[in-house]
C-alpha cells in the first residue's frame, strides 16, 4: 500500500527542476538526457501497408474469446456452445450488471482487471484501428469494448460508490459449472468514501476516458456520457485514497493491489489525452510525478501495475505535442520519456542494460504465473514506442551507449509474438484455435462442459477431472505459458499455466494489431 502523498513537492523536488531547468536552457531545444539523444529518419510510412496474414489470422482468432466472455443476454451470439448468464446480477441493489465479462476460467467479474481490459483494448484501436480496419476486426473490437463499459457505467451510480466486484470467489470456486447453469448467490462489492479502493476507481476512470475517445466520432453523447463518468472516478479516487486491498482484504487471494500511485497517473494521462485539460498534465508532472513515477527504474506492464505503459503513454505527448506546455512540465514529460526508454533498453535482448528476466530461447518471462501477460505486454509497449520513434522520424534509440533503430523494437516484439503463436521449444501455440498444436484442455469452465450437460455445480468437477480434451474449443484464449524451463502441462488442473484471461487477450490484440502491418500512428487520439 502506497502512503498518503503530500500535496506539497518539498525542496527536493524544486532543486531537481532548476538544476534540470538550467540543463534545458543551455539547450537549443528539449532533450532528454544520458540516453536521451535521438537522430531523425526522413520519412515516415503512411497508410496500412501489406498485410502480414500470419498476425492477420491470429488476431481474427484471439478477438472471439471476448465472445466467449460475455455475460449477460447475448446480442449476435457468435459462439454457438454459449448462451444467456448472469441476467440477474446487481439486482439485489437495484442495478443492472448483467453485462461484462467473466475475467478467466470461472464465473467472477472482477472489477479491477476487467477495467484494465477496457483500457488495454482502447489504447489499441486508437492506435492500431486503421490496421484492425483493414483485416475487418475494427467493430469487433469496438463492439467488445463497449460491452465493457456499459457495465462499468451501471457500476458507478453515484460520484464516490463503485461496484468493483460480482460473485463470491469462495462459493464460485466451489462449482464447476456452465456460466448458463449458475445458480449460487452472486452477492456485489463496492468502494465507497468509507472503504476507499483507489487503484480499482482510476483503473476504471483510464477505461472509461480512453473508451471516450474510441467512441468520440462514432457515438458522441456515448463518448461524453464516458467522460463525464471517468472525470468523477478520478475525483473520488483521487480525494478518498485506501487501497482496496486494505478496505475489502477477501480480494487478496485474487486480484491484490500492490499500490495505488501507478493508477492515478495511470487515470491522470488518459484524461488529459480524452479532455486535454492541462491541470491532469500537471497532476502527473509537477504534482504527483515525484511521489508516484518512479522515474529512472524499469517496472513490468500488469494488470497490477501501469507505471511501464504511463511512461510510454506519456513519451506520446513528448513525441508529438509539447506546444503550450510549461517547462516544469515539458521537463516531467521528458523524465517520463527517459524512463519509457530505460524499459525498452532492457526489453532488446543484445542491449548492455538488457533484463535477464528472460527464457534461454528469448522470451520475457518474469512470474511463473501467467507469464505471457509479461511477455506480450512487453512487445506491446516496443511495438507502440517504435511506431512513435517512426512517426516522429526519431531514427535513433541510445541504450547506454549502443543504438538501436525502430525495427530492432519492432524485431523483439515480433520474437515475443512468434515465441506465442508456435516458434518454441515445444512447438505449442499458446493462442486456442491457431495452427494445428494448442493446448486441449485449458482450464476454462464453459469450454469443458458439454453444452447438453445437465450437471450442476458440485457434480460438474466430473469435467474438471475428465481425462479428455475439452468439448468446446475456447477459440482466442492465450493461456499462461510455459515454465522458465519452457515446457508446459496441458492439464485442466493446471491453473498456473493453463488459465486464460480478458487483459492477457487486449494485450494480445493490440500487439498483433500493431504488427500485421505498418502505418503511422496518430500524433493525437483527439
Not at 448483467?98 to 483494448?121: E, I, N, Q, R, W
Not at 492541462?278 to 506492464?301: I, K
Not at 510549461?326 to 526508454?341: F, H, P, V
Request: glycine share 8%.
Amino acid at each position: 500500500m502506497e502512503t498518503e502523498p503530500k500535496k506539497s513537492k518539498g525542496w527536493c523536488w524544486w532543486i531537481l527542476v532548476l538544476a534540470i531547468a538550467a540543463m534545458v536552457v543551455a539547450s537549443a531545444t528539449l532533450t532528454i538526457w544520458s540516453n536521451g539523444r535521438h537522430s531523425k529518419v526522413s520519412s515516415v510510412p503512411g497508410r496500412p501497408g501489406k498485410i502480414a496474414e500470419n498476425y492477420a489470422d491470429a488476431l481474427k482468432i484471439a478477438i472471439q474469446f471476448f465472445d466467449i466472455q460475455k455475460s449477460g443476454k447475448l446480442v449476435n451470439n457468435k459462439i454457438d456452445w454459449r448462451g444467456d448468464s448472469g441476467l440477474e446480477d446487481g439486482r439485489e441493489e437495484m442495478l443492472d450488471l448483467s453485462k461484462g465479462m467473466y475475467d478467466a476460467g470461472d464465473h467472477m467479474k472482477f472489477g479491477f482487471p476487467m477495467a484494465f481490459t477496457a483500457t488495454v483494448l482502447s489504447w489499441a484501436i486508437l492506435e492500431y484501428g486503421d490496421h484492425m480496419k483493414a483485416v475487418k476486426q475494427l467493430g469487433n473490437a469496438q463492439a467488445s469494448l463497449k460491452w465493457i463499459t456499459d457495465y462499468l457505467i451501471n457500476a458507478h451510480p453515484s460520484p464516490n460508490l463503485l461496484y468493483i466486484q460480482v460473485g463470491d470467489p469462495e462459493l464460485d470456486h466451489e462449482c464447476w459449472e456452465r456460466p448458463e447453469a449458475m445458480t449460487e448467490k452472486r452477492p456485489v462489492t463496492q468502494v465507497n468514501t468509507s472503504f476507499p479502493g483507489t487503484e480499482v476507481a482510476a483503473e476504471t476512470a483510464a477505461a472509461m476516458a480512453s473508451a471516450s475517445l474510441v467512441f468520440k466520432k462514432i457515438n458522441s453523447s456515448y463518448s461524453n456520457l464516458l467522460l463525464k463518468h471517468a472525470q468523477q472516478l478520478f475525483t473520488f479516487a483521487d480525494t478518498y485514497r485506501g487501497s482496496y486491498s486494505v478496505s475489502i482484504p477477501q480480494v487478496q487471494p485474487y486480484y491484490n493491489s500492490t499500490g495505488y500511485g501507478d493508477e492515478l497517473l495511470w487515470a491522470a494521462s488518459w484524461l488529459f489525452h480524452a479532455t486535454r485539460d492541462e491541470s491532469y498534465l500537471r497532476y502527473v508532472t509537477l504534482q504527483n510525478g515525484d511521489a508516484f513515477a518512479r522515474w529512472g527504474t524499469p517496472t513490468w506492464f500488469s494488470w497490477d501495475d501501469k507505471l511501464a505503459g504511463t511512461q510510454v503513454l506519456l513519451s506520446r505527448v513528448n513525441f508529438f505535442d509539447t506546444t503550450e506546455i510549461s517547462d516544469g512540465e515539458n521537463i516531467g514529460l521528458q523524465m517520463y520519456r527517459k524512463t519509457a526508454e530505460a524499459v525498452i533498453c532492457g526489453l532488446l535482448p543484445d542491449s548492455p542494460t538488457a533484463t535477464s528476466s528472460r527464457t534461454d530461447s528469448g522470451l520475457i518471462w518474469v512470474t511463473e504465473w501467467n507469464p505471457l501477460q509479461h511477455s506480450v505486454a512487453s512487445a506491446f509497449l516496443a511495438v507502440i514506442y517504435s511506431d512513435y520513434m517512426l512517426t516522429s522520424k526519431t531514427e535513433t534509440l541510445y541504450c547506454s551507449g549502443k543504438h538501436y533503430k525502430p525495427a530492432d523494437l519492432r524485431k523483439f516484439a515480433i520474437s515475443q509474438t512468434e515465441y506465442v503463436l508456435g516458434n518454441n521449444p515445444m512447438n505449442m501455440c499458446y493462442l486456442v484455435g491457431h495452427g494445428s498444436n494448442y493446448p486441449q484442455y485449458v482450464h476454462h469452465r464453459g469450454a469443458s462442459i458439454p453444452v447438453d450437460a445437465e450437471t450442476g455445480c458440485h457434480d460438474g468437477f466430473k469435467w474438471l477431472e475428465s481425462l479428455d480434451p475439452n468439448p468446446n474449443l475456447a477459440v482466442g484464449a492465450l493461456v499462461g505459458g510455459p515454465f522458465l524451463n519452457e515446457t508446459y502441462i496441458d492439464s485442466r488442473n493446471n491453473t498456473m499455466q493453463g488459465e486464460p484471461s480478458t487483459y492477457n487477450s487486449a494485450l494480445l490484440v493490440g500487439l498483433l494489431s500493431g504488427l500485421l502491418t505498418s502505418s503511422s500512428v496518430v500524433s493525437s487520439f483527439s
